[in-house]
């Protein structure tokens, strides 16, 4: 069998982190005298945070702040959502199970997150350790990438085709696990089959380009991922 590849988005797929996100928006926006509404927070859900920034003052009528004091914004707004996470690491259900039965598989696994660096290092920090804790090894990932990572975040393709890169695999051969239609289209846009995990604040008609739609991970197998890849 051909080696094939799933790239895992990380907020919203493995980590139920909307409920986070969304806090932590809400705070930063309360910081700056904008209110930040849930329309506007699942509009852009998914995507990186210097475009929420600068839309977030627009729809606001405010001028866009510079770079730098985006940067300073989006680091308010990250420190608050680590904060959230801490406090009761929101795992999704079914994460462990996939992520091994893959590995056994000889799956190659990679994160294509458009979260910062730092978020993505402390939520798989977070993982290990609850992993740890009930005596499991960590399946371990061959590839990460961020948002950092590239210069173009989510719908475009630049996160999934530099995962499968890492991964020494053409983008055919890999699979794509998100929760958001940005990173549907992202997956497409790359080459690659989507499934789509219908997770908080999403609905089934905003998945619907995806190849494949589930409520829980669980309903995932190595299987049924290989079924939606062509070689």
């Not at 402390?122 to 350790?129: A, P, Q, T």
Request: proline content about 5%; overall charge negative.
């Amino acid at each position: 069998m051909n080696t094939l590849g799933a790239i895992f988005d990380l907020d919203g797929t493995l980590v139920d982190t909307c409920a986070c996100h969304e806090l932590a928006w809400r705070a930063l926006g309360e910081s700056v005298g904008i209110p930040v509404s849930r329309e506007f927070f699942m509009r852009f859900f998914g995507r990186q945070n210097a475009p929420i920034i600068q839309a977030l003052f627009e729809e606001a009528g405010q001028p866009a702040p510079d770079a730098k004091t985006s940067e300073m914004l989006a680091i308010r707004k990250e420190d608050s959502f680590r904060e959230l996470v801490a406090e009761n690491f929101p795992i999704m259900p079914g994460t462990f199970q996939l992520l091994d039965s893959l590995h056994v598989k000889l799956w190659r696994l990679a994160i294509g997150s458009s979260a910062p660096q730092v978020n993505v290092d402390f939520m798989l920090g977070l993982m290990s350790r609850m992993k740890a804790i009930h005596g499991a090894s960590t399946t371990p990932f061959d590839a990460i990438v961020t948002g950092g990572c590239v210069s173009r975040g989510k719908p475009h393709p630049d996160v999934f085709l530099e995962a499968a890169r890492r991964l020494q695999l053409p983008a055919n051969a890999c699979v794509v696990i998100e929760d958001a239609a940005p990173g549907i289209e992202a997956a497409h846009r790359a080459g690659m089959k989507c499934a789509a995990l219908c997770s908080a604040g999403h609905t089934i008609e905003e998945l619907a380009a995806a190849d494949l739609i589930v409520h829980h991970l669980d309903e995932l197998s190595h299987l049924r991922l290989q079924s939606l890849i062509s070689l």
